[in-house]
């Protein structure tokens, strides 16, 4: 079993920048493809970004593309996903997933964190 903790969520204005981090225990990330999504207030949770297990690959949802950046620690134990020019419509919480499989095409998670809350004020 894997425990998932995200940080690095807030209040931010539009056009800002916030860093999230997930820090992940009781499971190794290395060889796992990790990902997050996020779920709009009212909204389906949908898919934000995936990197696979030695970060060879990465695959982003349309919406967030040249925006967003997810990167992975292996020797901390730790995910980023690193958000610039945030949107309104960026407002959301976030969730970090951990697969069990390597490879992110199609992503698969399996594990979630508790989420962090991300707002963008117009």
């Known amino acids: 079993q894997v425990m998932l903790v995200e940080s690095g969520g807030g209040l931010v204005q539009t056009g800002g920048s916030l860093r999230l981090s997930c820090a992940a225990s009781?499971?190794?990330?290395?060889?796992?493809?990790v990902g997050w999504f996020r779920q709009a207030p009212g909204k389906d949770r949908t898919f934000v970004a995936s990197?696979?297990?030695?970060?060879?690959?990465?695959d982003y949802a349309d919406s967030v593309k040249g925006r967003f950046t997810i990167s992975r620690d292996d020797a901390k134990n730790t995910v980023y996903l690193q958000m610039n020019s945030l949107k309104p419509e960026d407002t959301a919480v976030y969730y970090c997933?951990?697969?069990?499989?390597?490879?992110?095409?199609?992503?698969?998670?399996?594990?979630w964190g508790q989420g962090t809350r991300v707002t963008v004020s117009s």
């Open positions: 990197i696979n297990w030695n970060g060879g690959y990465t």
């Open positions: 009781g499971r190794t990330l290395s060889g796992s493809a």
């Open positions: 997933t951990v697969s069990r499989k390597s490879g992110i095409f199609p992503y698969t998670p399996d594990y």
